[in-house]
């Protein structure tokens, strides 16, 4: 009777283990946080579509972003773009928004004010355009008003036939804003739930690496 028989020693299962902890292992948590990164992008935009009313793209597709993790540097950050988070602020936090200074017209009284639009023409998100306002103003049939003239501030139109008005934009002095996007909380449950389920699915594929099989294709430990 022919036997052989074959000892792993304690050196070979410590370098298996060392290659495990120097190799795939750092590349299988790189892969699961990009995978976890690509989770929270889905789930963003998910949510704006969701929450907000025919969103510009410029607020949906390109306001996320994600940075790439790799073996060397198992590191990412994911988010919104600078520009767009001072927007998703006041939906984030909530609170009262006030004009600022330059980058909304004057109400009738003079003081600043957020336009809003009434029967303005918008475009396909049911937004004014930036010239939306000066054009109003330059027809011969409207005209810009405010407490001063016992009218709610705003611009308004006349009427072809008849002397009604039509609100056009009316202005305001502050914005009140709920918090209704809870971007970071949603964020912190996607990382949460979907992280360990990528780590275990990288850690699975890198076993599957030929180094670690036997000929009959079973794991070696």
């Known amino acids: 009777m022919l036997r052989l028989k074959a000892q792993v020693t304690p050196e070979d299962f410590n370098n298996l283990i060392e290659r495990v902890m120097r190799r795939q292992l750092p590349r299988a948590k790189a892969n699961a946080i990009n995978a976890t990164v690509a989770d929270v992008r889905k789930n963003t935009l998910k949510r704006i579509r969701k929450r907000f009313h025919k969103p510009v793209p410029y607020m949906a597709k390109t306001a996320v972003f994600g940075t790439r993790a790799t073996a060397a540097n198992p590191r990412a950050i994911v988010g919104i773009k600078d520009h767009q988070a001072t927007l ?8 009262v928004r006030r004009p600022e200074r330059r980058k909304f017209p004057r109400g009738g009284a003079g003081t600043r004010m957020i336009p809003i639009p009434a029967k303005i023409s ?44 039509d609100l056009l934009v009316r202005f305001q002095r502050k914005a009140r804003y709920k918090r209704r996007f809870s971007w970071g909380d949603m964020a912190k449950k996607t990382i949460a739930a979907r992280f360990p389920v990528h780590f275990r699915a990288a850690v699975e594929r890198e076993l599957r690496n030929p180094v670690f099989r036997n000929k009959r294709g079973q794991t070696r430990f």
């Open 122 to 165: 918008t475009n396909a998100y049911d937004n004014m355009t930036f010239r939306a306002i000066p054009k109003a103003l330059r027809r011969k049939d409207t005209f810009q008003a405010g407490s001063r003239e016992n009218l709610r501030p705003g611009i308004y139109r006349r009427e072809k036939h008849g002397d009604g008005l």
């Open 88 to 95: 998703y602020r006041w939906q984030e936090k909530g609170g």
